[in-house]
């Protein structure tokens, strides 16, 4: 009789390394939080008149998100393209 796998093992034998992981799921859905945080912040500041650490704020967030977002588009396309990656090694 086989053990029972707890919640966090696969019941599947083989692994998959080509699946994302909870915390890669995570920060992905903060990447994009992050642009929308930050053009919300943008736009609200510039309608009340634009102060610079509001700008700045909101600027840092935008930048921030796509610096990441950068990141997630780079893996979706090499493994688009089927090249493997060191991550996890």
């Known amino acids: 009789m086989t053990p029972i796998p707890s919640w966090n093992e696969s019941r599947d034998p083989t692994p998959r390394a080509s699946s994302l992981s909870f915390q890669d799921v995570v920060q992905i859905v903060y990447t994009f939080l992050f642009v929308v945080l930050g053009a919300i912040i943008l736009f609200r500041v510039i309608r009340l008149g634009g102060?610079?650490?509001?700008?700045?704020?909101?600027?840092?967030?935008?930048?921030?998100?796509?610096?990441?977002?950068?990141?997630?588009?780079?893996?979706h396309l090499r493994r688009r393209r089927g090249e493997r990656t060191n991550v996890g090694r």
Do not use: E
């Open 51 to 75: 102060s610079p650490i509001g700008l700045g704020v909101g600027g840092g967030f935008v930048a921030f998100g796509l610096y990441r977002l950068r990141f997630v588009v780079r893996y």
